[in-house]
């Protein structure tokens, strides 16, 4: 059962999402909330996955909620959905480009559109589940959404992409730019140039006469014609690349004919999309229709994205290749945050796992069962740890409960990656025994 936090006093919003969340009664609970410390206290200690700040509710400061979620990357579990009262607070919000965001709604298009975002949220709680934490069992993620022609369908699956990947560590904070910039490039001309048929000359010519396009869109997806094109995107999240691809049901294109092709910036009040993106990622590259278009990115690894920042007062401690963290049978008991780097795990004289950023912390379960050390630590290359004294780290836990929160659901997310590995061996010694 997923959270779902409403932080409003808007009975018009309140009854949206209760209605929406009627359909999946098994799967979401409803929790509503007005007093703007009681919401603080409630997201540090029950980390609800989604979160749905209404800025029409003048007594609650949302402002204050965000601040405080982005302060703590330990909060960054789930996603924030953002109720505007106009289209100007809306892009006032969009301009902030927060990593936690999923999407920004005024009043109107939520009350429209909320269960058709929700059914996309429980079609993909694994999305959820995972932000913030480690790793799905170390496996290649692959899978496909496929959206209208709608506007919001395309901000909203760009956001949950690659706010994905960058609160696990597969991007930075100018790579989430650069992707998030691409992917609307592309997304933009599938719906325009190939679901709705709209060409470079008809485009220009409405933007000189109406400023923006959106009422084009709007206007030409209603056309029986090409009312039910749909838009697949495809991904493939590996552990050193991530590869997309964007599948329209248009006619195709003339892609030769625009890849490549240089343009002053200032002549054009569009058009840019394909060259832009071209510099941005790598490896873009289209079929020889023109309605799939296909692109990568190199993964960060080993490298944290954020630390939190009650901890950038500890001690960070570098490591070379090779050196010991700590040793099995050692009495110490301090919890190292891992900053940056690969560590190998020995129980004895084998090699039992690689530890890196996502896997959060290194020596928590001599910091529980406060015991000796239960294995030997070496860096794998050059590492960066910061080293936090159990006493600090209760200290801490008891200012900020969550931590100990996130600390059990990391062990538990570990004890679950563990099963799940067990049972595959299992599954293959019984395959071996039978083959005899």
């Known amino acids: 059962m997923k959270k779902i936090l409403v932080v409003s006093s808007n009975k018009r919003v309140i009854d949206t999402v209760k209605e929406g969340c009627s359909s999946f009664s098994d799967d979401f609970d409803v929790f509503v909330k007005t007093d703007t410390d009681d919401i603080i206290a409630y997201i540090n200690y029950e980390m609800p996955e989604i979160k749905v700040l209404d800025y029409t509710s003048p007594e609650v400061a949302c402002e204050k909620i965000i601040s405080e979620i982005n302060g703590d990357p330990w909060l960054h579990y789930g996603g924030v959905i953002c109720v505007c009262k106009d289209r100007k607070q809306m892009h006032e919000l969009e301009e902030l480009k927060d990593s936690n965001i999923l999407s920004i709604q005024t009043i109107d298009d939520f009350s429209f559109h909320f269960v058709r975002l929700l059914r996309v949220l429980w079609q993909n ?49 100018d790579d989430r730019a650069n992707l998030k910039m691409t992917l609307m490039e592309l997304l933009l001309n599938a719906l325009e140039h190939g679901n709705l048929n709209i060409s470079f000359e008809e485009k220009t010519k409405w933007l000189e006469e109406h400023g923006d396009v959106f009422s084009l869109i709007a206007e030409r997806a209603h056309d029986p014609r090409y009312a039910n094109r749909k838009i697949t995107i495809s991904y493939s999240i590996g552990k050193l690349k991530s590869i997309f691809s964007i599948t329209d049901d248009g006619e195709g294109f003339n892609w030769r004919a625009h890849l490549g092709k240089k343009q002053e910036i200032n002549d054009l009040m569009h058009g840019r999309g394909i060259n832009l993106a071209t510099e941005l990622v790598a490896k873009l590259a289209y079929n020889e229709r023109g309605n799939q278009v296909m692109f990568e990115i190199n993964n960060r690894v080993n490298e944290s994205n954020t630390v939190p920042q009650v901890m950038s007062n500890f001690e960070t401690v570098a490591y070379a290749d090779k050196q010991v963290v700590c040793r099995q049978n050692e009495p110490t008991t301090d919890l190292f945050f891992i900053v940056s780097g690969r560590y190998a795990v020995y129980s004895g004289r084998k090699l039992v796992t690689v530890m890196t950023p996502n896997d959060v912390f290194i020596g928590e379960m001599s910091f529980l069962l406060n015991d000796r050390r239960s294995a030997t630590i070496l860096a794998i290359g050059k590492c960066k740890l910061i080293k936090i004294p159990k006493g600090d780290f209760l200290q801490m836990i008891r200012k900020n409960p969550h931590y100990g929160l996130f600390l059990s659901r990391m062990l538990a997310q570990r004890l679950e990656k563990q099963t799940h590995s067990t049972i595959k061996l299992n599954e293959q010694i019984e395959k071996t025994q039978e083959k005899r």
């Open 125 to 173: 709680k694994k999305f959820l589940l995972n932000r913030g934490m480690q790793d799905d069992f170390g496996s290649e993620e692959t899978g496909s959404f496929s959206c209208g022609n709608d506007l919001l369908d395309i901000k909203f699956y760009t956001s949950f992409l690659v706010n994905y990947l960058y609160t696990t560590n597969k991007i930075n904070s």
